[in-house]
């Protein structure tokens, strides 16, 4: 299924929903539903009738960074996508070719000891390549501008060529989102909460859905070599493991809204399926044969035919079921990638009948 599938570029949404057309909101946006190989059309302000009291979901609060910056290797521009904060105070960057066009193309990463100048009279130093699998995400070195700062001042969100043109901060934060105490957070957007509103989330908690906070920060995109996720930093405070394990214990579903929160409170759960507070580098990667062992439903946008997200969704509902969804999503015409439609995954049957502690119901 990964690689059967073509998405037509088309279909990729260039801009945000409520840029659309006058009098739109953020929730302006289709909701396929499948419950098993059953799929479903909606809209997305239809949430809260497929939900229903005691169902909980998991949301990610990490706020996105202004994590694209200008730079440049001696006279040559290039820009510079940071991706997340070492705990030696390094900071994992892509490197990457301006395009032309306001956004970029993929580069080959290091050597090591190349300097990277950044606006504000800083420079990165390349040291070494995070992880052996590849020279495309490099530890780096700030000296001369503390990162946070040239991000506050001079930085911009990450966008890719499928979109129309640079869109503010704002855009790219979810209403979910808060500012962590030391500046952290995510170099992309957590996109499947996007198109929540204030008003449908009042919705929601008026008809006894729940809500449980997590945070992991997300780390850039692997967007030509569609790679699995890198370690990221997360946190399951513990006033969340509760909700979470007592909505288990009664007639509530658990959704995930988004993979970074699947993988979030995955990495918190033992193998008894018991969330407990935790906090830290995560680097469990959801595949079928791992399997879950918290989340019945999950809440994501379209991806890639290629990426490796789409392990994590047939851990969730299985491969026969995912592959049904995305037929029909291209059948149907629905938008992808962040500014783009959503896909919402449900349980064929009632997950507490039989709960299941170890691999995937």
Do not use: K
Request: hydrophobic share 40%; net charge negative.
């Amino acid at each position: 299924m990964r690689t059967a599938l073509e998405v037509p570029e088309e279909l990729s949404a260039r801009v945000p929903a409520e840029q659309r057309g006058p009098g739109l909101d953020r929730d302006a946006v289709r909701l396929l539903v499948s419950r098993g190989t059953d799929v479903r059309h909606h809209l997305f302000p239809e949430l809260p009738g497929l939900l229903r009291a005691g169902d909980l979901l998991v949301v990610n609060t990490s706020a996105t960074l202004a994590a694209a910056v200008d730079g440049s290797i001696a006279h040559a521009r290039v820009v510079v996508h940071f991706s997340t904060r070492g705990d030696d105070g390094r900071w994992a960057v892509e490197l990457r070719d301006p395009d032309g066009g306001g956004t970029t193309r993929a580069r080959a990463g290091g050597p090591a000891g190349v300097e990277v100048e950044v606006p504000g009279g800083g420079r990165l130093v390349l040291e070494e390549p995070l992880s052996g699998r590849g020279e495309r995400l490099w530890w780096a070195r700030a000296a001369g501008a503390r990162v946070l700062d040239v991000l506050r001042e001079h930085g911009r969100p990450i966008r890719y060529s499928y979109t129309e043109r640079d869109q503010p901060l704002s855009a790219y934060q979810t209403v979910f989102a808060l500012p962590s105490p030391d500046g952290a957070g995510s170099a992309e957007m957590p996109s499947a909460a996007r198109p929540f509103t204030a008003r449908l989330v009042t919705e929601l908690v008026s008809r006894g859905v729940q809500f449980a906070p997590v945070t992991l920060h997300t780390g850039v995109a692997s967007a030509e070599a569609h790679e699995p996720p890198y370690p990221e930093r997360f946190a399951v405070p513990e006033a969340s493991a509760r909700l979470i394990n007592a909505a288990r214990a009664g007639a509530g579903r658990i959704v995930a809204v988004g993979t970074t929160a699947v993988r979030a409170v995955e990495s918190a759960a033992g193998p008894d399926g018991v969330v407990r507070a935790a906090g830290g580098w995560t680097d469990l990667v959801v595949t079928p044969e791992r399997g879950v062992r918290v989340v019945d439903g999950l809440l994501t946008g379209l991806h890639e035919p290629e990426a490796s997200h789409l392990l994590m969704l047939e851990a969730v509902a299985g491969r026969a079921a995912v592959a049904r969804a995305y037929e029909e999503a291209l059948g149907g015409r629905y938008l992808w990638h962040e500014f783009g439609d959503v896909h919402l995954i449900l349980p064929e049957e009632d997950p507490h009948a039989e709960r299941c502690t170890g691999n995937a119901w």
